[in-house]
Structure formats: structure tokens, C-alpha cells
């Protein structure tokens, strides 16, 4: 479902001008248990599929079809000042990304080191672990 071309197409009608490189990763973000518990089989659905993608200006949390593969319209924009502090820390399954506000709130993010079918999954995180040291 998920192919390099598919989403280098895409991130290049996204960039700006200013934008001087685009590393991007997959992540799942589940549903509490209790979700789970009520749903059932069903739940699975309700589980969040993401792409995000760092650039030099800002974050991109696109969100991606379960079903189809595709993306969506629902893009959220993170513009990099807005943001105190990017921490990176690789596990040995999974890598473990904080982005934390200058209000105080942050986003974590906990993508798999590897991703079949986007193999530019693990060159973009060790890029983003070069660059957030």
C-alpha cells in the first residue's frame, strides 16, 4: 500500500520553494483497548494511519486511508518555529520521536524501525536522527 513514488509525487506538490528537503515516515496510532473491548473485530478501523514528513521549514501529519493506502485532504501544518524541541531516540523495534511546544505541550511519535513496501521509511528516520542529535 505504501510506495516511495506514491508519496515523493505527492510531498512535491506540498513543498515550498524555501524547502531544501523532505524525510518521511509511517506511523499507526491505535485505539484505547476499550475501543477494542466495544467494537470488537470492527475496531481496526478506527486505528489512525499516518505519514509525517519533516522539512526545513515545518511538519507535515498527513493522514492516510486504512483501506485504501491513499492519502487524504486532512493535513495538519507545524510550522518548525512553533516547536522548542525535536528528540529522536531509536529502540530496538521502534524509534521513539518527541516534539515538544514552546507552550509546554508536545506530540510522540513511535513509528517501526522498518516498514515493508516503503523502504525510504528507515533512510528518512536515520536522516531525522542525524539531524535531531
Request: with cysteine; net charge positive.
Amino acid at each position: 500500500m505504501n510506495k516511495n513514488q506514491y508519496l515523493d509525487d505527492y510531498f512535491k506538490e506540498m513543498l515550498e520553494e524555501e524547502e531544501t528537503y523532505n524525510y518521511y515516515f509511517y506511523v499507526m496510532s491505535f485505539v484505547p483497548v476499550t475501543q477494542y473491548l466495544r467494537f470488537q473485530q470492527m475496531a481496526i478501523f478506527l486505528n489512525k494511519h499516518m505519514i509525517i514528513s519533516f522539512t526545513n521549514k515545518r511538519i507535515l501529519i498527513c493522514e492516510m486511508s486504512g483501506l485504501t493506502g491513499k492519502l487524504t485532504e486532512n493535513v495538519l501544518t507545524i510550522d518548525l518555529q512553533e516547536v522548542k524541541q525535536i528528540s529522536i531516540k531509536e529502540g530496538i523495534m521502534k524509534t521513539k520521536i518527541r516534539i515538544e511546544f514552546l507552550d509546554g505541550s508536545a506530540i510522540k511519535f513511535k513509528p517501526n524501525n522498518i516498514c515493508i513496501g516503503l523502504s525510504n521509511h528507515k533512510k528518512h528516520l536515520n536522516k531525522l536522527k542525524e539531524l535531531y542529535k
